[in-house]
């Protein structure tokens, strides 16, 4: 089976840095993504890592490290509108490839 | 404008009675999906297609069924809802060859009450 572990809430302040880590046991493993949803909205795609390191995108970074089944998305520059759920999301093939998704962590940014 | 559509957007309804719920994208995709959206469970996945007329199920499949007919439209049917069937529902789709990104477009979502 797959699980995937991350913290279910962070709280931060307006210009801080805040990292979110995602831990996974999978079989199948093809990369980790992460998804950002604000309250009453949709997932919204942010990044995705196949490889290990660093992938920058503006204000957010995500990280992997393959041998120790882990990832971080980090998060800069903390703005008011951050303040939104975060999902990791391994894709994985099971016979298919697919995407399996975490519990989400809640960001709270505050002024 | 690309974009996955869900309808209805909010759906009260009553134990037994069938409902459909539907789902369409303009992108041309190949895979679309279906996931269930409940506190503390993030999302599940219900079934899924690669195609027109293929079809799987995903990890939550009871009491649902879905049809591939078109390429752009995936409905998800519940023949007989129940009360546990109560939750936002999302569809998802996402082209094969996307340079790599793997990404999913989501619907905006269609939250079920079955009382």
């Known amino acids: 089976g797959q699980s995937l572990e991350q913290p279910s809430e962070v709280t931060a302040v307006e210009g801080a840095i805040v990292q979110i880590n995602c831990t996974y046991q999978?079989?199948?493993?093809?990369?980790l993504s992460w998804y950002q949803q604000h309250d009453g909205g949709a997932p919204t795609f942010l990044s995705y890592?196949?490889?290990?390191g660093l992938e920058e995108t503006g204000r957010f970074s995500s990280f992997l490290s393959r041998s120790d089944s882990y990832g971080y998305l980090l998060l800069q520059e903390l703005q008011m509108k951050d303040s939104a759920s975060y999902f990791c999301?391994?894709?994985?093939?099971?016979?298919?490839?697919?995407?399996?998704f975490g519990t989400g962590t809640r960001l709270l940014v505050s002024p | 404008e690309a974009q996955v559509t869900q309808n209805p957007r909010y759906l009260i309804t009553v134990t037994g009675k069938k409902l459909t719920v539907t789902c369409s994208q303009n992108?041309?995709?190949?895979?679309m999906s279906w996931y269930r959206q409940d506190p503390g469970l993030g999302l599940r996945q219900i079934y899924y297609?690669?195609?027109?007329?293929?079809?799987d199920k995903g990890d939550v499949p009871e009491g649902y069924k879905v049809s591939r007919k078109e390429k752009r439209n995936f409905p998800l049917i519940l023949e007989s809802p129940s009360p546990n069937q109560t939750s936002l529902y999302f569809c998802?789709?996402?082209?094969f060859g996307t340079g790599g990104s793997y990404e999913q477009y989501f619907g905006p979502g269609t939250r079920l009450t079955v009382t």
């Open positions: 998802a789709s996402r082209g």
């Open positions: 999978t079989s199948g493993f093809y990369g």
């Open positions: 890592n196949a490889l290990d």
């Open positions: 999301a391994v894709r994985v093939n099971t016979g298919f490839q697919k995407l399996v």
């Open positions: 992108m041309n995709h190949e895979y």
């Open positions: 297609s690669m195609n027109v007329e293929v079809t």
